[in-house]
């Protein structure tokens, strides 16, 4: 009687399963029936292993937010099946986005001639990128290649968020320091809807109270400000703004500057400095 209820419930769940569409269909595999690799790089995962890698790599990139890898895996894993398929039809829907999927640029230190954006007038995008860079001790290479993102142009967009992401750091000044990170990430979250930016916003936790209080009050409301009403930075053409002028395409794109962190950061600073010195001098 157990073996005859056994065999109908496992007829029912492989009817169900036949029922899927393709997509989901596709990716339901065991470890030892793995499917091939859909672009170089890919690795398949099912549900199971979709979820173990969301998980891990959320408990992972709390303790440890640089590292980089963990965020990217976070990203991957918590994607699908809604949120990179959304951002795929808002760039089809956008003719530079549809142009962007078209010619799939790559952001890299070969496609971008760095020498030459330093040579650029002041304020131009590609100037301001390039100093940005050079005074966080980044390049565009250090970006993870998608991996675990079955469709190719979806993985591809996913790659393009993450190209992107320095520029949004330039044309903002916000710095790679735990707190200008998290508000590019929550700027991010209300731009993409990308569970991974959302995610990542539970480091506010390892704030210290006042910048903690900073972010709740001046760059978090910023942030998710400016990140609704601006255009979805995935259907900017970067690579045809670099001698555009950054308040030109911020004032095109509906962003606000955030007020500078590092000078914030610096003034107080020499404001404990010398109030140190002073206690000093009364002794």
């Known amino acids: 009687m157990a073996s005859t209820l056994s065999a109908q419930r496992t007829g029912a769940a492989l009817h169900k399963l036949l029922r899927l569409p393709p997509p989901l269909r596709q990716r339901t595999f065991s470890v030892l029936n793995r499917p091939q690799p ?54 089809i829907s956008h003719p530079t986005g549809r142009r962007i999927l078209r010619d799939k640029p ?110 709740f009050e001046v760059y978090g409301p910023w942030a998710m400000a400016n990140g609704l009403k601006a255009e979805e930075m995935l259907n900017v053409y970067w690579e045809e703004e670099l001698e555009t002028d950054a308040d030109e395409l911020r004032a095109r794109l509906g962003i606000e500057m955030p007020p500078n962190l590092r000078e914030i950061r610096k003034k107080l600073r020499d404001q404990k400095r010398a109030e140190k010195i002073a206690r000093e001098g009364e002794k």
């Open 38 to 91: 859909n672009y170089p790089g890919h690795v398949p995962l099912n549900f199971i292993e979709r979820g173990a890698l969301a998980i891990g790599s959320a408990f992972g990139s709390l303790i440890d937010p640089y590292r980089h890898d963990l965020i990217a895996s976070l990203g991957e894993a918590t994607a699908k099946p809604y949120f990179v398929t959304r951002l795929r039809h808002a760039m």
């Open 106 to 215: 790559r952001i890299t230190s070969k496609s971008l001639s760095l020498e030459k954006l330093r040579q650029l007038p002041e304020n131009t995008v590609g100037r301001a990128y390039a100093a940005w860079l050079d005074s966080e001790g980044v390049t565009p290479d250090t970006r993870d290649p998608v991996r675990y993102i079955d469709d190719p142009e979806e993985a591809y967009v996913m790659q393009r968020y993450r190209e992107i992401h320095d520029f949004i750091h330039a044309i903002t000044g916000l710095p790679i320091i735990i707190e200008g990170e998290l508000a590019v990430k929550a700027f991010e979250f209300a731009n993409t809807v990308l569970p991974m930016t959302g995610l990542s916003l539970a480091a506010i936790v390892r704030l210290k109270p006042m910048e903690r209080k900073r972010f």
